[in-house]
T-cell receptor
Framework: NAGVTQTPKFRVLKTGQSMTLLCAQD?????MYWYRQDPGMGLRLIHY???????AKGEVPDGYNVSRLKKQNFLLGLESAAPSQTSVYFC???????????FGQGTRLTVV | DAKTTQPPSMDCAEGRAANLPCNHS???????VYWYRQIHSQGPQYIIH???NNETNEMASLIITEDRKSSTLILPHATLRDTAVYYC??????????????FGQGTILTVHP
């Protein structure tokens, strides 16, 4: 019973490099989300998707792009990484109702 | 979504009940109260949610006041593994909220032996 799986778990990038974080869920959930968490703070929503082929901006979308080509996958891209994007990234998914969200174990990203 | 206020930290003895309060005085009629916890930087874990009635599941109980302006999460027999950051979140469960969650700072619960 995998739930929500994030790949990779750790990554170090140089400033200006690009990368894609992959989130996969096996619960047939409609909604998927990307959050970031900085030290000592709560999670902040970056982007979210309410279905295959749809995406929307969250609270802190700048510097990120997302795609949801398949219902089970939600990709988060950094086109040109900056040190301010050093954070722990969490993916989550939920059904339409009752919207209990399931989270992945996180990706720890360091941009140097 | 309505804002929530939680104490920054609380302590509890192992085996005793842990009662975590949350104020949400601006909650609107169609907003639910959700509780999540995050253990040592793992992904947040759903605990329980409710609209206006008290709720109980295998993990915890949720007590919501009659005016819905505050709630209490109860862990009936706290263990060391319950040490975590607990987040109280108010969100609209339907419509255009699409399950988006707004996390505050939460309450750091430390369970002592």
């Amino acid at each position: 019973n995998a739930g929500v799986t994030q790949t990779p778990k750790f990554r170090v990038l140089k400033t200006g490099q690009s990368m894609t974080l992959l989130c996969a869920q096996d619960m047939n959930h409609e909604y998927m989300y990307w959050y970031r968490q900085d030290p000592g703070m709560g999670l902040r929503l970056i982007h979210y998707s309410v279905g295959e082929g749809t995406t929307a901006k969250g609270e802190v979308p700048d510097g990120y792009n997302v795609s949801r080509l398949k219902k089970q996958n939600f990709l988060l891209g950094l086109e040109s990484a900056a040190p301010s994007q050093t954070s722990v990234y969490f993916c989550a998914s939920s059904r339409r109702q009752p919207q209990e969200a399931f989270f992945g174990q996180g990706t720890r990203l360091t941009v140097v | 979504d309505a804002k929530t206020t939680q104490p920054p930290s609380m302590d509890c003895a192992e085996g005793r009940a842990a009662n975590l309060p949350c104020n949400h005085s601006t909650i609107s009629g169609n907003e639910y109260v959700y509780w999540y916890r995050q253990i040592h930087s793992q992904g947040p874990q759903y605990i329980i949610h409710g609209l206006k009635n008290n709720e109980t599941n295998e993990m915890a109980s949720l007590i919501i006041t009659e005016d819905r302006k505050s709630s209490t999460l109860i862990l009936p027999h706290a263990t060391l593994r319950d040490t975590a950051v607990y987040y109280c979140i108010v969100a609209n469960a339907g419509g255009t909220s699409y399950g988006k969650l707004t996390f505050g700072q939460g309450t750091i619960l430390t369970v002592h032996p």
